[in-house]
């Protein structure tokens, strides 16, 4: 299966600042998700958005979904130093029945 | 909300046996579960999907004679690997949903091949 790309593949910051991380995929999608993954960890359900969903808000998260360019944004305002971790985007293509994961982008927030 | 659970969490084997790990859904039922493997540093790559009472679906380049899947019930579903080498240690994680934008995932299951 051909993954998306993330990028950055790594970021680091300060704490209190945001965090930007973009994903982009390759085939028509039902919806796209947003997973964390803390180290050798299991992954977390951050935000699902619809392929009819340009964006969406949940707590300190926003996901914003652009179909025309196949990409997808995770916005992660007031970072905190819990907040590192890795970060995958996840689409779920139409006739596929199968999740395909992006690289991810692994997020460092500095104390 | 809906918990996976795999087990065991680590395993280290010497080359050449085989490992089971199980995948259990505690709370629902799942007709379907994936299992995925992931490299240090990289993506989870889908290696299967495990349908219950009939035959796993492998992804291009997963030997399905080398991982064994058998979705025995509802609740569980096993990834045996056969005949285990050091290429095989890695991260297997596997996931279970009434729906597949609705995934669970399991906590992973560590295997170290010496």
Known sequence: SQQGEEDPQALSIQEGENATMNCSYKTSINNLQWYRQNSGRGLVHLILIRSNEREKHSGRLRVTLDTSKKSSSLLITASRAADTASYFCATDSQGAQKLVFGQGTRLTINP | ?114
Request: glycine fraction near 6%; hydrophobic fraction near 35%.
């Open chain 2, 1 to 114: 909300g809906a918990v996976v659970s795999q087990h065991p969490s680590w395993v280290i084997c010497k080359s050449g046996t085989s490992v089971k790990i199980e995948c259990r859904s505690l709370d629902f039922q799942a007709t379907t579960m994936f299992w995925y493997r992931q490299f240090p540093k990289q993506s989870l790559m889908l290696m299967a999907t495990s349908n219950e009472g009939s035959k796993a679906t492998y992804e291009q380049g997963v030997e399905k004679d080398k991982f064994l899947i058998n979705h025995a019930s509802l609740t569980l579903s096993t990834l045996t690997v056969t005949s285990a080498h050091p290429e095989d240690s890695s991260f297997y994680i596997c996931s279970a949903g009434t729906r597949i934008e609705t995934q669970y995932f399991g906590p992973g299951t560590r295997l170290l091949v010496l």
